[in-house]
C-alpha cells in the first residue's frame, strides 16, 4: 500500500489519556466527601449526600456532601474570622500565596485536566491545553494584581466575605475567575461549585492547604441549589458572584435587593456569528467548530447563531456539513476525538426536546452520519437551517452542540439580527475587511466580540455581558471593581429620610411662586400627565415655588424621548465635551439666580449658596474635560493579537438624584452620564426640585439635543420605582435611604439593568467623593474586542 494510499484510508486509533492517578484521587476521597471550612476537612452536618456520575459512563464516581444553611454559616464565620488578617497583609505577601497557588496548578495540571473530563465529560485536549492553563494564567496575573494594589488601588479597599456560586461547564475555570481577584484585594470567599461537577473544586482546595494559604481564605462547600441560597442569603456576605442561567440570575438578584450586598451576575447567551462574503470561509467553518462544538456547545458565550450573508449562504453550509462529517464524538478521555459528553441526562433530554421542536417549526436538519457510542450522554454536532429569527430555537439558549443559521443582506440587517436577542454576551464577526468588522463591533449590543475568532479569553481581558447577559466583568482592571470599594465608604454614615417641612401658609417671594414649573421632556416643557403640581418648600414651610407632579405615564414619554436621541451615543466625544462646557457657561452666566433660588429652598446663607453654584459649574467643566479622555485600553493578551477594551454607554440611565444639594447633586449624577454617551431621565431632589427646573433654559440654550436630558419632578422615590421598572431602561442611579433602595433593586430585576443604590451620605462638595472616575465607570460598560492578526 502505497503512502497516498494510507493517507486516504487510515482511520483514527484511540489515544486514551490513563485515569489511573485520578481515579486512586477520587477512591482517597471515600465514601463521601467532606466540606472544606476554615482549613478543616468537615463532614455536612446535614449528613446528605448525592452521587456524582461520570456523563461519558454514567458511571457513579463518588458521592458528594450537601452543605445546609449551618455548614454555610460556618463557612462564612471562618471566612469572616480570616479576613481581616488577610486583608492586613501586604500585597506583596498575598501575591506570592497566588503564585503558589498557581505553580502548583501547574504541577498537578495533568491531574486536574482528568478529573475534569471524568467529571465534566468535556474532551480530555480541552482541559488538557485551555482550560488548566488558563487557571494558572489567573492566579498569576492576579497575584500581581494583589503586588500592585497598595499603589493602584491605593483608594480601595476589600469588600469582606465574598460568596461565589459557579457553573459546572467550566468547573475549574470558573473557580479561578471568581477566587483569583477576589483573594488578590484582600476578600475571604465561600465558593460553592456546581452539583454536577465538584470534584476540581476539592482538589483545588488541596492545593490550598499545599501552599499553606491561611485558614478560612478559601473555603468549598458543595451542594444543590439549596447550598446556593443558603449563601445568597446569608447576612454575613458581603458580596454575592454568580455565574448561571438568566432565571436564577433574576431571582438572586431579588433575594439580595436592600441587602447592601455587591453583585455580579455573568448569566446566559445566544450569541451570533456573523460571516460576511468576502470572509475566508475555510477558517470561518474552523471558527465555527470552536464557537459552537467547543465544550459540546455548552459555553454561555456560545456561537449558536449563524448569521450568512445570503450570497455564500449555500456554499458555507456545504462546506460546513463536510466539515461536521469529520467530527468524532466518544469517550472524553481520548485525545482524538473532538466532541466529549453532556454533562447530564437532564441536560440531553433538554437538548433533544429543543431540536425537535425547532424542526417541528420548519427548521431542516443536519448532522453527520457517523454512529454515536451506545451509552453515556452524547448527542452529535447539530445544523438547523431555515430557521426564522423568531422561532424557539433562535431565541432559547440550547447550552449544546447544536447550532441554528439564518441569512442577511446587508451589513445593517446583520446588526439588526444579531441584536435581536435579550441577550448581550458576545458576539464573533468573520470578514477579511478589518474596517467592516470594526465598523460592526460597536453596533452589537454584547460585552465581547471576536473578529476573525472566537472563545478567545485571558485573564487580562474582561469578559461579561449586557442586557439579560448580566452585569459585572470578570478579568482585567474592571473585574477588579466587584471586589473593592472606596476607602472612604467605611465611616460614611447611612442617608436617614427627613421630614417635609409643613407649610407656613407664606410665601418666600411673589417671583418664585409666578408659575408652575413644567417636566422637560424630548428637549420641550411638558405638563405634567395627572395636571397635579406639588408644592416646594422652604425649612420654615413657606412657599418657594411649584412643580409639576410627574407620574407613570411622564415616565414612559420620558423613557421614549431618551430612547428617540441614540445618536447621542455615537457622537463623537470632542463634541460632547463642547456642549458640557456650554452647559457650564451658561449657568455660570446664571449664578446669581440660581445662588438666591438655592438659598430660599435651603434657608442657607448667599454666600453657602454660591458656593454649591460654583461647584456645579466647576462639576461640569471637569466632566466636559472628561469626555474626550476617559478612554479605553489596548490589552496584548498572550497571543498574536490584541484586545480594544471600549468605554461604551449603558445606554437610558434613570437617575434619582440625592435630596440635599439640590443643584450640585443634580449636576454631579446627571453630568458623567451624558458625557460618557448615556440619555438620561432624571428625577431631581423632591424638595429642591426647583434648581432642575430652573435649569431647562441652561439646557435649552447650550445645544442639547432633545431627549438627551430629560426631567421629571415629583414624588422621588415613586417615580424611581417605575424607572426600575421600565423595560428601556438599561441602568438607574439612586441616591437615598435604605427601604427605597431594596425596592428599586428588586425591581429592576426585570431586565437586569445595572443598578447603582447608594444607601450612604456624600460630601458633594468634595470632587474625592462627588466626582470623577468611580461616576465615569457606573455610566459605562466595557466592551472588549479581539482582533488577533497574522498568517
Known amino acids: 500500500m502505497s503512502i497516498a494510499e494510507i493517507l ?44 456524582t456520575t461520570a456523563p461519558a459512563s454514567g458511571e457513579v464516581l463518588t458521592r458528594i456532601a450537601e452543605a445546609n444553611a449551618a455548614d454555610v454559616d460556618a463557612a462564612v464565620k471562618a471566612a469572616a474570622k480570616a479576613q481581616p488578617a488577610w486583608a492586613a497583609l501586604s500585597g506583596h505577601q498575598r501575591a506570592r500565596y497566588l503564585y503558589a497557588l498557581a505553580r502548583l496548578i501547574q504541577r498537578h495540571s495533568r491531574l486536574f485536566a482528568v478529573v475534569e473530563s471524568l467529571d465534566n465529560g468535556k474532551p480530555i485536549r480541552e482541559t488538557r491545553d485551555i482550560d488548566i492553563p488558563l487557571v494558572a494564567r489567573h492566579f498569576y496575573h492576579h497575584a500581581g494584581w494583589a503586588q500592585l494594589m497598595d499603589t493602584e488601588l491605593a483608594d480601595k479597599q476589600p469588600l469582606g466575605v465574598c460568596g461565589q456560586i459557579i457553573p459546572w461547564n467550566f468547573p475549574l475555570l470558573m473557580l479561578a475567575w471568581k477566587i483569583s481577584p477576589a483573594i488578590a484585594l484582600g476578600n475571604t470567599v465561600v465558593l460553592k461549585p456546581a452539583e454536577y461537577t465538584s470534584l476540581t473544586a476539592l ?26 441560597e443558603a449563601i445568597v442569603n446569608h447576612p454575613g456576605i458581603a458580596k454575592i458572584a454568580f455565574t448561571g442561567s438568566t432565571e ?7 433575594a439580595t435587593a436592600g441587602s447592601g450586598k455587591s453583585l455580579t451576575l455573568e448569566l446566559g447567551g445566544k450569541s451570533p456569528f456573523i460571516v460576511f462574503d468576502d470572509a475566508d470561509l475555510d477558517a470561518a ?10 465544550n459540546q456547545g455548552q459555553v454561555c458565550c456560545a456561537g449558536s447563531r449563524l448569521l450568512l450573508q445570503e450570497s455564500i449562504h449555500n456554499r458555507f453550509v456545504s462546506k460546513l456539513t463536510a466539515r461536521m462529517e469529520t467530527l468524532r464524538v466518544g469517550d472524553p478521555l481520548d485525545k482524538a476525538i473532538d466532541i466529549g459528553a453532556i454533562v447530564h441526562p437532564v441536560q440531553l433530554q433538554r437538548i433533544r426536546a429543543l431540536v425537535e421542536t425547532g424542526v417541528k417549526e420548519g427548521a431542516e436538519l443536519h448532522q453527520p452520519k457517523a454512529a454515536m457510542p451506545a451509552s453515556g450522554c452524547f448527542y452529535p454536532p447539530t445544523l438547523l437551517t431555515g430557521v426564522h429569527p423568531a422561532s424557539t430555537v433562535s431565541r432559547v439558549e440550547i447550552f449544546g452542540p447544536v447550532m441554528v443559521a439564518t441569512t442577511f443582506r446587508t451589513p445593517a440587517e446583520a446588526v439588526e439580527l444579531a441584536n435581536n436577542t435579550e441577550y448581550g454576551l458576545a458576539a464573533t464577526v468573520w470578514s477579511e475587511t478589518l474596517s467592516l468588522a470594526l465598523d460592526i463591533a460597536p453596533k452589537l449590543k454584547c460585552g465581547v466580540v471576536w473578529v476573525n475568532g472566537t472563545n478567545m479569553f485571558d485573564a487580562g481581558v474582561g469578559f461579561g455581558g449586557y442586557k439579560e447577559s448580566g452585569f459585572g466583568r470578570e478579568g482585567g482592571r474592571e473585574g477588579l471593581a466587584a471586589y473593592c470599594k472606596p476607602k472612604w465608604l467605611a465611616k460614611a454614615k447611612p442617608i436617614a429620610a427627613q421630614p417635609a417641612p409643613q407649610p407656613s401658609g407664606e410665601a418666600t417671594s411673589a417671583s418664585f411662586i409666578d408659575r408652575t414649573a413644567k417636566l422637560y421632556v424630548g428637549g420641550r416643557q411638558a405638563r405634567p400627565d395627572g395636571g397635579y403640581s406639588r408644592p416646594i418648600l422652604s425649612p420654615s414651610g413657606a412657599l418657594v415655588g411649584e412643580v409639576g407632579e410627574g407620574n407613570r405615564k411622564d415616565i414612559r414619554n420620558a423613557v421614549e424621548a431618551a430612547r428617540k436621541a441614540t445618536s447621542w451615543g455615537t457622537a463623537s466625544e470632542h463634541n460632547r465635551a463642547q456642549i458640557l462646557y456650554y452647559i457650564a457657561e451658561n449657568l455660570d452666566a446664571r449664578a446669581g439666580e440660581f445662588t438666591e433660588r438655592l438659598a430660599a429652598m435651603t434657608g442657607k446663607r448667599k454666600p453657602e449658596a454660591a458656593k454649591e453654584v460654583a461647584a456645579s459649574v466647576s462639576r461640569l467643566f471637569s466632566y466636559g474635560a472628561w469626555a474626550d479622555k476617559f478612554e479605553g485600553t489596548v490589552h496584548k493578551p498572550p497571543l498574536r493579537g490584541v484586545a480594544l477594551a471600549m468605554n461604551e ?25 451624558i458625557a460618557t454617551g448615556n440619555r438620561v431621565v432624571v428625577v431631581p431632589s423632591s424638595r429642591l426640585a426647583l434648581a432642575a427646573t430652573d435649569f431647562y433654559q441652561v439646557l435649552e440654550t447650550s445645544d442639547v439635543p432633545d431627549g438627551v436630558v430629560n426631567i421629571v419632578t415629583g414624588d422621588r422615590d415613586s417615580l424611581a420605582l417605575e424607572l426600575a421598572r421600565h423595560e428601556e431602561v438599561d441602568g438607574i442611579w439612586y441616591f437615598g435611604p435604605k427601604e427605597a433602595a431594596a425596592r428599586i433593586e428588586k425591581a429592576s430585576a426585570g431586565n437586569l439593568k445595572q443598578v447603582w443604590a447608594e444607601t450612604v451620605q456624600r460630601d458633594w462638595l468634595d470632587p474625592r467623593m462627588g466626582e470623577g472616575r468611580e461616576f465615569l465607570s457606573r455610566a459605562v460598560q466595557v466592551k472588549n474586542i479581539w482582533v488577533p492578526y497574522g498568517e
Do not use: H
Open 8 to 51: 486516504d484510508t487510515m482511520e483514527y486509533g484511540p489515544a486514551p489519556e490513563s485515569d489511573k492517578e485520578a481515579r486512586a484521587w477520587i477512591k482517597g476521597l471515600g465514601d463521601e466527601t467532606r466540606l472544606f471550612v476554615g482549613g478543616q476537612w468537615k463532614k455536612a452536618k446535614s449528613g446528605q449526600s448525592f452521587e
Open 203 to 228: 482538589l483545588f482546595a488541596e492545593m490550598c492547604e499545599k501552599a499553606g494559604l491561611p485558614d478560612g481564605v478559601v473555603n468549598i462547600v458543595t451542594g444543590a441549589g439549596a447550598t446556593g
Open 248 to 254: 436564577v440570575g433574576r431571582i438572586i438578584r431579588e
Open 285 to 294: 467553518v474552523e471558527g465555527v467548530v470552536d464557537a459552537i462544538w467547543f
Open 649 to 673: 454607554p449603558l445606554g437610558i440611565v434613570a437617575v434619582a438624584c440625592p435630596e440635599d444639594f439640590g443643584l450640585l447633586g443634580f449636576v454631579s449624577t446627571f453630568a458623567p452620564a
